[in-house]
């Protein structure tokens, strides 16, 4: 009797036939399965799980379409495939999960201290300038402006502005503690 003469008689529900097929088939879909999946215990899983296919879906087998054969091989190949896939979406959703979870490098606290920090020692500064100061500089520096651009908007004249920003930038250094000169205050101060 042929594998599939066993898989017509196991499609009416023929147990005998299947254990018969079982016996012929299985040997060669746990090589196929193996192959792919290299873990024993999991492709003996998969095995199984394919055997049981076959006993369910025996009914779909089409001999003009192809031997029992190669029909349970492409099964076996399917559910391996199918298997090495879930692993190792299994695999990236932990990965990701321990990304996640992951501890927190002091370095990266520390900058993110600092910076906090320094952002409100700024704005503390900030608020020891003159309204107009205060007002031209975040024109400039926090909304891109030119020197012209900030005369246009505050409307007043060039020079005045640019004095404006100039103290204000000098008051600012000395509030921050920094030593850097102030561009345009002819190196009054450094």
Not at 1 to 14: F, I, K, P, R, S
Not at 65 to 86: E, F, P, Q
Not at 97 to 107: H, L, P, T
Request: proline letters at 3%; one cysteine or more.
């Amino acid at each position: 009797m042929t594998d599939g003469d066993l898989l017509v008689l196991t499609a009416t529900g023929d147990t005998a036939a299947f254990s018969t097929l079982y016996d012929r088939v299985s040997p060669w879909v746990f090589g196929l399965v193996r192959r792919i999946l290299r873990n024993p215990a999991q492709s003996e899983e998969v095995t199984q799980e394919v055997m049981i296919d076959v006993w369910r879906t025996a009914t779909r087998y089409d001999a003009d379409r192809g031997s029992a054969h190669s029909w349970i091989l492409t099964i076996a190949h399917r559910r391996a495939v199918d298997r090495v896939r879930s692993e190792q979406a299994a695999a990236d959703r932990t990965d990701l999960a321990g990304a996640r979870s992951a501890e927190v490098d002091f370095d990266q606290v520390s900058d993110t201290v600092t910076t906090r920090l320094e952002a409100e020692q700024v704005r503390r500064c900030l608020g020891t300038l003159t309204e107009l100061q205060r007002e031209s500089i975040e024109l400039a520096y926090y909304n891109g402006y030119t020197y012209p651009e900030v005369a246009h908007q505050l409307g007043a004249k060039l020079p005045t502005i640019k004095a404006r920003m100039r103290d204000g930038l000098i008051r600012l250094r000395d509030c921050l503690g920094t030593t850097q000169t102030i561009p345009g205050s002819k190196g009054e101060r450094s």
